[in-house]
């Protein structure tokens, strides 16, 4: 039969993991019963021949140590021998990192591969997080300040001045009549220049990119590595053919 590949072990170990689980805990359960473990047979002779008889008992043994052992052995061996296979296969599994064909990472171990998925998965949060330089805004590079800054823009104080406006002249008979109102008028002029620690749109659109390049690369390469076909290892009987040698 041809030796499996990594990723049919990997595929297979959890689910194993929880069924040999399951059944290592009904054995358990089995050991809290003493009563499965005893039988007995009893025979009733009368002292005389013309006595009253009793019928005999009996009462056959449910389990025995050696029934636990075994089957106990046979699950851990089997749960042995498949970690180990796949473990040892982690161990020589490996590939290249490629992006548009050429080599970035070369010989990447498997279980590398899913710590840097989990990195770059991590990068791709942090960067789409990131603030970007508001568009309305013209933005250059000022070295002086190690940010960005915005083209100058130039904007009016005003101040509110009463001003009077003459109604009507005096006359003989009445007094003037004068209006007062207010009137914002310009004191001065401010000239407003931004500064910004964000990133121009285009450059995080970019490194998004290629984060999301990358991602994919470790993924193809993960895939690439996990379909190496694996020795599959037998050394958990070995273990408990040791423990239970005669004594």
């Known amino acids: 039969m041809a030796n499996p590949k990594l990723n049919q072990i990997v595929a297979v170990v959890q689910g194993k993991k929880s069924r040999l689980e399951k059944e290592k805990t009904d054995i358990y359960k089995k050991l809290q019963k003493p009563a499965l473990f005893d039988g007995i047979s009893r025979v009733y002779k009368p002292t005389d021949e013309e006595g009253e008889t009793q019928p005999p008992e009996?009462?056959?043994?449910?389990?025995?140590?050696?029934?636990?052992?075994?089957?106990?052995?046979?699950?851990m061996a089997d749960l042995i021998d498949t970690t180990a296979t796949m473990d040892e296969g982690n161990c020589i599994a490996r590939a290249d990192v490629k992006v548009?064909?050429?080599?970035?990472?070369?010989?990447v171990p498997v279980t590398h591969l899913?710590?840097?998925?989990?990195?770059?998965?991590?990068?791709?949060?942090?960067?789409?997080?990131?603030?970007?330089?508001?568009p309305a805004e013209t933005w250059t590079w000022d070295e002086a300040t190690a940010c960005y800054r915005s083209a100058a823009s130039m904007s009016s104080r005003t101040k509110k001045m009463?001003?009077?406006?003459?109604?009507?002249?005096?006359?003989?008979?009445?007094p003037a009549q004068v209006e007062t109102y207010t009137e914002d008028v310009k004191?001065?002029?401010?000239?407003t220049v931004k500064f910004s620690g964000a990133m121009p749109q285009q450059l995080k659109n970019v490194?998004?990119?290629?984060?999301?390049?990358?991602?994919?690369?470790?993924?193809?390469?993960?895939?690439?590595?996990?379909?190496l076909e694996v020795q599959q290892i037998k050394r958990g009987q070995k273990m408990f053919d040791f423990i239970t040698r005669p004594v």
């Open 114 to 134: 899913l710590f840097l998925e989990k990195q770059l998965t991590d990068m791709q949060t942090f960067l789409s997080h990131v603030p970007v330089l508001d």
């Open 207 to 227: 490194w998004l990119q290629r984060v999301r390049q990358l991602i994919e690369a470790v993924k193809c390469a993960r895939e690439e590595a996990n379909s």
């Open 58 to 75: 009996n009462k056959n043994i449910q389990y025995s140590a050696k029934e636990a052992t075994t089957e106990f052995a046979s699950i």
């Open 162 to 174: 009463l001003r009077n406006h003459l109604k009507y002249e005096a006359t003989k008979e009445h």
């Open 187 to 191: 004191v001065g002029e401010w000239t």
């Open 100 to 107: 548009d064909g050429t080599v970035l990472i070369p010989n």
